[in-house]
């Protein structure tokens, strides 16, 4: 939240004053005169997005400096400051604050908007309507001018996209008409048809008959909206152990309902929570989902569906995939089966990758790895 | 990464009467760089960081080409650029006002952290110098170290505590012996002699070379710099006098954790879990410990090293080191914090480990390196593979192969190695108390457990037993015998209270008569009436299972096993720990109890049980 917004200028007599101020009277002059170096500072500093934490405050704000032999001193200097509480992150604000600062350069250079007198009453509306825009909705829009326009808005924190890899399997998190109500571009609209939690993304471009490339570019999309979120593909191969968060299944009753509904095999007769739970916790590691089902427990008859099962785990972080990963001892002589793959076998890749990779399938990998002594494999 | 929790530049900036300086910096920065950067961000127009998801806009990329004008960075090769020292000077010392607390500034990409303090306060010596007017008095000074934006508030809480450090202990050696304007001087005079007229800041480097050479405080400093590059610990005597001690314990996890980073959360939330059962693990050699810790250290510390082992737990080490408890809990903590040893549970035969998810398994990591230094002739990514599956720490039918008791002593050396470098975690059971409905027992099996077949023969029976218990328990205690038509309507009532089942009443009493000669009861009593006996021991079950809930309760009583009353107290009393958030050796040391017991007891509730494979959240950090 922010907590108030203040224009600061640099006077040509009194030097660093606080010219508007919403709410009135927020930041006080003794405030204001200890840490006026940092929001009126030297040149060098101009254009620099400054945050100040003292006073139980944090400052925001965008040095600017306009040049201009009609001014007083030959410059303009002047900076508007978001005030904040100290333990606010301040970080999603930074991009405002110098986009503000930029519009309002302009509207300065362009009409006089902060140096002229006549405009004493439209600067303090201006910032009120910023300062509730902000704040109540995240965003705002305020015409200012015939070409001048101030959108603002809120980003949530940008990271990285999340790499999408061939073998990954998207799955829906909201439900999916929710999504399709969204207008999406054609390629995304396409994309989405074909995301059914089971298909993998290289299957995924196949099917749609759409650029591989293309559709991780999509997938990312969805990523970063979290209407999506990847899962390793299933196999019956595949190995999976229970973490500690299994717990939560126990603790919260909302995420029971929601995983037996999820897991069921039919609406119509939801399995029991015992049996759900039973089968998570024998998720172990060194069990693939093969024997599990066929030694230990019977997802058939619990009415649960096993591959349901595992993606609900996997993406509330209930189970975890071990991957396999084969190393070739150093220093020891490889057959010649296995020579092509040799740079793949340093404990960096595991089974998924150089499946994708090399287009050997797993069944035929781990025939290959088996008879050969001087390969090692890792679980992790 | 851990790259970036280091500092990029530690400053020293001093306001006296001649005005604000920065006196020193460390690393030095290459001066040629400075001008270009300066010009840079003066003429560029600052494009703003790049959004990854922009949609790259073809004027954009036209325009791009014509002015090359990236974000001009702060941070260049890791050094600070871009800021005069005048321009530091300017805005790191304070007005009075923000003097005496922690000072936070960030501009940009970088953040500055310090703590300033006022000097002006100190009572100066006229006498002794009788050319103090023309004396450089020193008004305030401030610590500041130069940090990448956006650092989790943890870290930067930490560097302003160091930074706090610093300047008090600079401020009190000031008043003690007036360190600082003796080596004021000094940095001056370095200043001085190498600066050429004419081109002022142009040759900082040998200036701040000389400055290292010539001044304590800049040793100290450079000190200090180098500790927060190299491990994230600081410890020295700030001009031999005053102790400085800090760690960043980010930092210091992160020298066994690759990859990912650590909160200071996570720490304290691992510390929360701290138990008399656990042990610890000294991440270093005794002695190399020993030369670390200041003269002055709590005899309670080296006695707590010198005796600590990785098999004793921390109730023997109290009772070893005669301390309290709770004062091994804050040594222990305080250890771990820092980085010196590791929560595990004690090493014993019965311990399951599993390779970490964490661990490298790079096959020329830096890891397989040392480790082929400390255990010549073996490998660790063999070491790992074994660890692939759950183990122990040697396997017990491989008994054969380790011909030597000194071989065995290998292998548990090898597990103490990997577990000091987070490379296992140990596996821990723990057991949740998950009854089925009741519906599942009159059902056709619905699980794959051959030894639930027993229940299953005596379906209905069970019913009977149940319910009969229930009207016990509703019934007038003083009555001896129990007549069943009286109880049915009790029965009915009880049944729609507290059962969930949602059981047809009707059809259990009929199955009640029915099925009354095949009830378990009978063994007990030939007659098929209910004795005292009988009564006696489901009364035992109410009260020791008090606490549950009813459905829980029915549930239980339905296991065989809870007609023994041995069982069923133990059972009981155990039954505050079926949450699944302890483990079994956590029962078998707080309840005194052997592992064979306690497996034998789970076995016995198994119906009800629900056993659960996964690390303990005190001994794995991640």
């Known amino acids: ?380 | 990464m851990a790259n970036d929790l280091n500092p990029v530049a530690v400053l020293l900036v001093t306001s006296g009467t001649r005005g604000d300086r920065v006196l020193f910096r460390y690393p030095y920065m290459q001066e040629n760089e400075l001008h270009t950067s300066i010009q840079k961000v003066t003429n560029a127009k600052r494009t703003a960081e790049k959004n990854p998801y922009a949609v790259s806009i073809a004027e954009d990329l036209q325009d791009g080409k014509k002015s090359k004008s990236p974000g001009t960075s702060f941070i260049k090769d890791g050094v600070l650029v871009g800021f005069s020292n005048q321009t530091l000077a300017n805005f790191l010392i304070v007005k009075s006002q923000l003097c005496g607390k922690p000072f936070s500034v960030e501009i940009d990409d970088v953040q500055f952290v310090g703590y300033p303090m006022s000097l002006s306060h100190l009572p100066r010596n006229q006498q002794n110098q009788p050319n103090a007017s023309r004396q450089h008095n020193i008004l305030a000074v401030n610590v500041v170290f130069v940090l990448r934006a956006n650092l989790p508030e943890s870290v930067i809480t930490c560097y302003q505590e160091l930074a706090q450090q610093l300047t008090v202990a600079i401020a009190y050696e000031e008043k003690r012996c007036e360190y600082l304007t003796k080596q004021a001087k000094i940095m001056l005079a370095a200043v001085d002699e190498t600066s050429v007229p004419g081109a002022d800041d142009s040759d900082m480097v040998s200036t701040m070379k000389l400055i290292v050479h010539h001044s304590s405080l800049a040793k100290e400093l450079r000190l200090v710099y180098d500790g927060l590059m190299s491990n994230g610990q600081v410890i020295f005597y700030l001009n031999q006098w005053v102790e400085i001690n800090f760690c960043l314990p980010h930092k210091v996890h992160e020298l066994n954790t690759l990859g990912k980073n650590l909160s200071l959360e996570s720490i304290y939330r691992c510390l929360s879990y701290l138990r008399p059962y656990h042990a610890i693990l000294l991440t270093r050699p005794e002695q190399e410990l020993f030369k670390f810790l200041p003269l002055d250290c709590s005899p309670a510390l080296t006695r707590l090293i010198k005796l600590t082992a990785p098999v004793k737990n921390l109730k023997t080490l109290a009772l070893e080191t005669d301390l309290s408890i709770t004062q091994i809990y804050q040594l222990v903590c305080h250890m771990v914090y820092w980085g010196f040893a590791m929560l595990i549970y004690p090493l014993c035969e019965s311990n399951v480990y599993i390779l970490s998810p964490s661990a490298d398994t790079y096959i020329d990591s830096q890891l397989s390196q040392e480790f082929n230094r400390c255990f010549p002739g073996l490998q660790l990514t063999q070491e790992m593979a074994r660890f692939s599956f759950p183990s122990h720490m040697y396997d017990n039918h491989d008994m054969m192969l380790y011909s030597s008791p000194r071989l065995i002593d290998r292998v548990n050396q090898v597990v103490v190695w990997m577990l000091q470098h987070r490379l296992l975690n140990q596996l821990h059971t723990y057991v949740n108390l998950v009854p089925a409905r009741r519906k599942e027992f009159s059902s056709s099996s619905a699980f794959n457990h051959s030894n639930i077949s027993s229940t299953h023969s005596s379906n209905s029976s069970v019913q009977v037993v149940e319910e009969s218990y229930l009207s016990v328990l509703m019934e007038d205690p003083s009555t001896t015998t129990l007549d069943r038509t009286t109880s049915m309507s009790d029965l009915a009532s009880v049944n729609s209270e507290e059962s969930t089942g949602g059981q047809s009443t009707a059809q259990s009493i009929t199955q009640c008569a029915s099925q009354h000669s095949k009830s378990p009861s009978q063994e007990a009593n030939s007659d098929g009436s209910i004795t005292e006996d009988r009564k006696a021991q489901w009364r035992l079950q109410d009260t020791l299972l008090n606490e549950l809930k009813p459905q829980l309760k029915a549930a239980i009583v339905l296991c065989p096993a809870s007609k023994n009353p041995d069982d069923l107290r133990l059972f009981a009393k155990l039954c505050p720990y079926f949450n699944g958030k302890h483990h079994l050796e956590e029962m078998m040391f707080y309840e005194n109890l052997s592992r064979s017991q306690l497996v034998a007891l789970l076995d016995k509730f198994k119906e009800v049980l629900i056993l659960c494979t996964h690390e303990d959240p005190a001994t794995s950090l991640l």
């Not at chain 1, 350069?105 to 006549?118: D, V």
């Not at chain 1, 995240?138 to 015939?146: E, K, L, Q, R």
């Not at chain 1, 019977?298 to 209930?318: A, S, W």
């Open chain 1, 1 to 380: 939240m922010i907590k108030c917004i203040f224009l600061s200028e640099f006077h040509h007599t009194q030097g660093p004053i606080i010219s508007h101020q919403i709410p009135k009277d927020y930041v006080s002059k003794e405030i204001f005169d200890a840490i006026h170096n940092f929001i009126i500072t030297k040149s060098e500093l101009q254009n620099r997005l400054i945050t100040v934490s003292s006073f139980g405050h944090k400052y925001v704000g965008c040095p600017i400096y306009i040049e201009n032999a009609k001014y007083k001193r030959n410059a303009f200097i002047f900076n508007v400051c978001f005030t904040f509480d100290e333990k606010t992150n301040t970080s999603p604000y930074g991009p405002v604050v110098k986009k503000l600062a930029n519009y309002l350069t302009q509207l300065e250079t362009e009409l006089e908007f902060l140096s002229a007198s006549e405009n004493s009453e439209r600067v303090p509306q201006f910032l009120k309507r910023v300062l509730n825009g902000l704040n109540h909705e995240g965003c705002c829009s305020i015409n200012m001018a015939p070409s001048c326009t101030v959108h603002l808005k809120l980003a949530t924190s940008i990271h990285e996209p999340i790499a999408v890899e061939d073998h990954d399997v998207p799955c829906l998190i909201v439900l999916k008409d929710a999504i399709t109500k969204c207008q999406w571009d054609l390629t995304t609209q396409q994309i989405l048809h074909y995301v059914d939690g089971l298909s993998h993304v290289k299957k995924i471009a196949a099917d749609a008959d759409v650029e591989l490339n293309l559709v991780k570019a999509n997938l990312q999309n969805l990523l970063y909206y979290k209407f999506i979120k990847m899962v390793p593909i299933f196999q019956y191969s595949n190995v999976y152990t229970v973490t500690r968060n299994i717990n939560k299944l126990i603790e919260d009753t909302h995420l029971q309902k929601e995983c037996i509904k999820f897991v069921a095999k039919s609406d119509r007769s939801p399995p029991e929570f015992r049996d759900v739970y039973l089968m998570y916790c024998a998720f172990t590691p060194g069990t693939t989902v093969k024997t599990l089902c066929t030694r230990q427990v019977n997802p058939h008859t619990l009415k649960i569906d096993e591959r349901k099962l595992v993606q609900f785990g996997l993406m509330k972080g209930l189970l975890r995939r071990m991957q396999k990963y084969p190393m070739a001892l150093p220093g020891q002589p490889v057959t010649a089966r296995v020579q092509p793959l040799l740079s793949l076998l340093n404990g960096k890749h595991n089974f998924d990758q150089i499946s994708c990779e090399t287009g050997i399938s797993h069944h035929e990998l781990d025939d290959k790895i088996e008879a050969d002594d001087s390969i090692v494999v890792c679980w992790k």
